[in-house]
């Protein structure tokens, strides 16, 4: 029997879930992994459920010391991707995307940055173009991995294409003062070659009832009958298809969750054994209860008479360094897979790519950094193709030129005198100074060009410029 209900969830999505929960936890800080109890630390004795050990858990818990390691690593790679402003070119319809791509005030530059955060965190967030008729604006519209609850596709004429997407989302409704939050579910379905788009809510007016069709309508790009494909595109951390990618910060995570496991065993050592615990020896039951009812003051302006052979010492535990140097262990492997994900590998380019044995560098922060353009150009074209603008170009890139480059004068200097004497296009002399930020990265090269020839001339001299 067919399955109608609009609210199921892939098996790989339910699989996923856990680990992405865990990673974006992870990423939010200790407040968050605290927040989860045991469920990144394991219980003292589970078999003990005392109130007294249980207090215990609760403090082993709180005096556990967790490092932000791997939310500051992502952190750092959104920074590196975006030390320079993304390059966009679009049509002068597109150009409100600089500072509101989906219609809520958000800019395209900012709306990146957070896909981005999400593909290194989950490896997967979604981009949906829809069209808001109040604005006549093509908006880009962002889903999060745990949102992106089912799809299908099909192999059409050589490639797979997208048959149905469907989305869930959480709406506010007013409530007095207050609000309710509500889901319902955004299906995008591509029917008989058609694109249709239905949002499923509840029916009923305690919002209990099964979900069905609350409304229906047909896109259509601007002087076209109908959309023949479904205009949403995942972004993944391997490649944009449909298929969950493995997350770039999970082993990241696995090893900050250790460091913090090893740290609330040593935090609980120093509580429990850090202190000294005076000793007295020798003592006669006459001596002990005397002293048991008189009380003790120890210090160096208190002191106590003992009977003949009797000793009075502290002892303290021996320093137990054991979960210190695990911890000092895993701290250095968090280094090592941090820079891992921005260093440059070398990788053979298939025949496709390039003529012979040609290599690129790549990297994990680099690979991501791709997709996310690559999505970014895909969408914009719809975005072109809903306001009828053909034929003109769409992208939008993000530099992956991670680290600065130094600009020598000896560099700067051969760059230009390979110009002027034609052994270079003027393209290329702008571009190689935009890499080295000499020039803005952003600029249209011809622009560019333009700005130096048509400039005004400048005087040189001491008597010229003051036109004598």
């Excluded at 609330?264 to 850090?274: I, K």
């Excluded at 820079?339 to 496709?352: G, M, P």
């Excluded at 040609?358 to 975005?383: F, P």
Aim: glycine share 6%; net charge negative.
């Amino acid at each position: 029997m067919a399955n109608n209900d609009i609210t199921f969830v892939r098996p790989e999505v339910r699989a996923a879930l856990p680990v992405w929960k865990k990673i974006r936890d992870v990423c939010k800080g200790p407040d968050a992994v605290k927040a989860a109890g045991n469920a990144y630390l394991p219980y003292l004795d589970p078999s003990d459920k005392s109130s007294r050990n249980k207090k215990r858990n609760e403090a082993y818990i709180e005096r556990a010391v967790f490092y932000a390691v791997t939310g500051n690593t992502k952190i750092g790679l959104v920074g590196l991707a975006f030390r320079k402003d993304p390059t966009l070119t679009a049509p002068e319809k597109l150009s409100y995307v600089k500072k509101n791509a989906d219609g809520a005030g958000t800019s395209i530059y900012q709306q990146a940055q957070q896909v981005l955060e999400n593909v290194l965190e989950v490896a997967r967030d979604g981009l949906y173009v829809d069209y808001a008729e109040a604005s006549g604006e093509a908006i880009v519209l962002r889903y999060q991995a745990e949102n992106i609850i089912n799809w299908r596709t099909e192999r059409i004429n050589g490639r797979d294409q997208l048959m149905l997407v469907v989305l869930r989302e959480c709406i506010e409704e007013p409530d007095g003062y207050g609000f309710k939050e509500i889901n319902q579910y955004r299906e995008l379905l591509l029917e008989n070659g058609r694109f249709i788009c239905r949002v499923w809510r509840r029916t009923g007016d305690t919002q209990s009832g099964p979900y069905a069709i609350s409304s229906k309508y047909h896109p259509k790009p601007k002087g076209e009958q109908y959309w023949d494909e479904i205009p949403f595109t995942f972004v993944g951390a391997q490649n944009n298809d449909p298929t969950i990618d493995e997350s770039p910060l999970e082993a990241l995570t696995e090893i900050n969750l250790g460091h913090f496991r090893n740290s609330a065993d040593y935090e609980d050592s120093v509580f429990f054994c850090g202190q000294v615990q005076p000793v007295i020896s020798g003592l006669d039951t006459t001596w002990r209860d005397w002293l048991q009812e008189k009380g003790i003051r120890v210090g160096s302006r208190s002191p106590f008479l003992l009977p003949k052979e009797a000793s009075f010492t502290y002892a303290q535990a021996e320093p137990n360094t054991l979960a210190k140097e695990a911890m000092d262990s895993k701290r250095d492997y968090m280094v090592q897979l941090g820079a891992r994900l921005i260093e440059q590998n070398s990788a053979v380019k298939t025949a496709t790519q390039a003529t012979g044995e040609q290599t690129s560098s790549t990297s994990i922060l680099g690979i991501c950094v791709a997709n996310v353009t690559e999505a970014y150009s895909r969408v914009l074209a719809w975005c072109a193709r809903y306001l009828g603008v053909k034929n003109e170009t769409t992208e939008f890139v993000i530099s992956q030129e991670f680290i600065a480059k130094i600009a020598e004068s000896g560099m700067l200097t051969a760059i230009v005198n390979a110009w002027q004497v034609g052994a270079i296009r003027d393209e290329d002399m702008v571009r190689a100074m935009q890499k080295l930020d000499i020039i803005d990265p952003s600029a249209d090269p011809d622009t560019v060009m333009d700005a130096m020839r048509n400039r005004s001339p400048t005087l040189i001299g001491g008597n010229n410029d003051l036109g004598e």
